[in-house]
T-cell receptor
Framework: SYELTQPPSVSVSPGQTASITCSGDKLGDKYVCWYQKKAGQSPVLVIYQDTKRPSGIPERFSGSNSGSTATLTISGTQPMDEAEYYC????????FGGGTKLTVL | QVQLQESGPGLVKPSQTLSLTCTVSGGSISSGSYYWSWIRQPAGKGLEWIGRIYTTGGTNYNPSLKSRVTISLDTSKNQFSLNLSSVTAADTAVYYCARDSWGIGNYYYMDVWGKGTTVTVSS
């Protein structure tokens, strides 16, 4: 079955750029979206169709997808961005990555 | 705007069936080209997709749960429901419902989520 692999954790200093990767077989041939999930809250869509930002999502969030890796990039990371981030793709079923805990310190 | 709200028992006994309902407000569940999904998250673990139903009633299920899952639609009540049979402690989780938007080329994304409901499987 199809799998998406994310690093368990990423750390970044405030104001710096955070990059969270999501890897899967020929992932570049699929569309990827990303969710932000904070403890006790529902997931929030931050990127869809590889690169698009939903209304209300800050411009500092961007996405890319090529080859076997999709990347969520947060420019000028803020303390409020500390959360778990999940990638998602479709391969005859919805597949989530294992999640990446982003720490802003 | 569209809002989703999960409801159902917070405690289910082992071997019984877990039943949850998601009520859609602010829009019709049968309008537009959307799927309506169920997702869960056990404590300390990641998100797991359970399955989804289209506005016409067609369904897709996670193969790992398919033998135990049924998702149905009630357009008269603007609701969709999840039944998960033969539950065990491993089914203890926060359960979310979500609206699943899609487009040509097989892109899907869940843009509206419910707040989630905690279900514990225990005797």
């Amino acid at each position: 079955s199809y799998e998406l692999t994310q690093p368990p954790s990423v750390s970044v200093s405030p104001g710096q750029t955070a990059s969270i990767t999501c890897s899967g077989d020929k992932l570049g041939d699929k569309y990827v979206c990303w969710y932000q999930k904070k403890a006790g809250q529902s997931p929030v869509l931050v990127i869809y169709q590889d690169t698009k930002r939903p209304s209300g999502i800050p411009e500092r969030f961007s996405g890319s997808n090529s080859g076997s890796t999709a990347t969520l990039t947060i420019s000028g990371t803020q303390p409020m961005d500390e959360a778990e981030y999940y990638c998602q793709a479709w391969d005859s079923r919805t597949v989530f990555g294992g999640g990446t805990k982003l720490t802003v310190l | 705007q569209v809002q989703l709200q999960e409801s159902g028992p917070g405690l289910v006994k082992p071997s019984q069936t877990l039943s949850l309902t998601c009520t859609v407000s602010g829009g019709s569940i049968s309008s537009g080209s959307y799927y309506w999904s169920w997702i869960r998250q056990p404590a300390g673990k990641g998100l797991e997709w359970i399955g989804r139903i289209y506005t016409t009633g067609g369904t897709n299920y996670n193969p790992s749960l398919k033998s135990r899952v049924t998702i149905s639609l009630d357009t008269s009540k603007n609701q969709f429901s999840l039944n998960l049979s033969s539950v065990t402690a491993a089914d203890t989780a926060v359960y979310y419902c979500a609206r699943d938007s899609w487009g040509i080329g097989n892109y899907y994304y869940m843009d509206v989520w419910g707040k989630g409901t905690t279900v514990t499987v225990s005797s």
